[in-house]
């Protein structure tokens, strides 16, 4: 006899299991009350040095407070510092970064505040280290300032930082190879989100020294024509002309 078709089926055969919508994952219900922690933190450029010397190791005390995952996403209960140096060289390097936040329910859409300051970076500190990326400086400074909302970073976000006696040499990026640049101040947009930053230290630099080229060759310590050409054919290969022309 033929099989009746039922909603579900197909004739002669069986009901089809139903397809259910999955549900995303929760994050675990999870509370910090009080937390002090004192790690180090090593970053080592293997490419640059096979032994392993092209390095930079953090000292850190890491304190949090009232850090939890349920409850109020609203007001910023929850509380968290950043504090150290370059580890063996408690005058070298001095972080000092401290942050707010709400209820973390997603960790893709946090709301935080971050306010704080990185001072005395010496190259000499790490010579290895900056050696491998074809610079050294006397002192750079850092300054801190983020707002985040629900995973968004909100405008005004940034890192900004005041560079002195910066020379840059072998292993640098072509056109900057032979500067020497007396003072230079960044600030460096932090734009996106948490889950996709927007976030170009280069990007900035090329660009604060195309828009400040007459103040920043007073400064630099090498042939001005041959550094005009420089930064001038390394934007026409970006921009496609002579840039600065409309």
Same mark, same amino acid.
């Given at each position: 006899?033929?099989?009746?078709?039922?909603?579900?089926?197909? /004739?002669?055969?069986?009901?089809?299991?139903?397809?259910?919508?999955?549900?995303?994952?929760?994050?675990?219900?999870?509370?910090?009350?009080?937390?002090?922690?004192?790690?180090?933190?090593?970053?080592?450029?293997?490419? /640059?040095?096979?032994?392993?010397?092209?390095?930079?190791?953090?000292?850190?005390?890491?304190?949090?407070?009232?850090?939890?995952?349920?409850?109020?996403? =609203?007001? =910023?209960?929850?509380?968290?510092?950043?504090? @150290? $140096?370059?580890?063996?060289?408690?005058?070298?390097?001095?972080?000092?970064?401290?942050?707010?936040?709400?209820?973390?329910?997603?960790?893709?859409?946090?709301?935080?505040?971050?306010?704080?300051?990185?001072?005395?970076?010496?190259?000499?500190?790490?010579?290895? %280290? /900056?050696?491998?990326? @074809?610079?050294?400086?006397?002192?750079?400074?850092?300054?801190?300032?983020?707002?985040?909302?629900? @995973?968004?970073?909100?405008?005004?976000?940034?890192?900004?930082?005041?560079?002195?006696?910066?020379?840059?040499?072998?292993?640098?990026?072509?056109?900057?190879?032979?500067?020497?640049?007396?003072?230079?101040?960044? $600030?460096?947009?932090?734009?996106?989100?948490?889950?996709?930053?927007?976030?170009?230290?280069?990007?900035?630099?090329?660009?604060?020294?195309?828009?400040?080229?007459?103040?920043?060759?007073?400064?630099?310590?090498?042939?001005?024509?041959?550094?005009?050409?420089?930064?001038?054919?390394?934007?026409?290969?970006? %921009?496609?002309?002579?840039?600065?022309?409309?």
């Amino acid at each position: 006899q033929p099989t009746e078709n039922i909603p579900g089926t197909k /004739a002669g055969g069986n009901r089809n299991h139903e397809t259910k919508e999955k549900t995303p994952p929760q994050t675990p219900k999870a509370v910090i009350g009080n937390a002090d922690i004192e790690t180090v933190v090593e970053y080592i450029d293997w490419k /640059a040095s096979s032994s392993g010397s092209a390095k930079l190791a953090l000292a850190l005390n890491i304190k949090a407070r009232n850090i939890a995952t349920f409850g109020d996403t =609203e007001n =910023e209960n929850g509380s968290f510092s950043v504090a @150290g $140096s370059i580890e063996g060289k408690p005058d070298s390097i001095s972080i000092d970064i401290n942050g707010k936040t709400a209820t973390i329910p997603d960790p893709g859409k946090p709301t935080f505040d971050i306010d704080g300051t990185i001072k005395n970076i010496r190259t000499t500190d790490f010579k290895e %280290l /900056a050696d491998a990326y @074809g610079f050294e400086c006397d002192n750079i400074d850092v300054d801190i300032h983020i707002k985040c909302r629900k @995973g968004i970073y909100e405008n005004g976000s940034s890192v900004n930082a005041r560079v002195k006696n910066l020379k840059m040499s072998e292993g640098t990026i072509p056109m900057l190879k032979g500067m020497s640049i007396d003072s230079l101040s960044l $600030s460096i947009p932090l734009r996106g989100s948490v889950e996709s930053p927007v976030f170009d230290p280069l990007g900035t630099l090329l660009t604060n020294i195309a828009a400040n080229a007459d103040t920043i060759m007073k400064s630099i310590n090498v042939d001005q024509k041959s550094v005009e050409k420089k930064i001038n054919n390394f934007l026409n290969g970006i %921009l496609g002309g002579k840039h600065g022309k409309k």
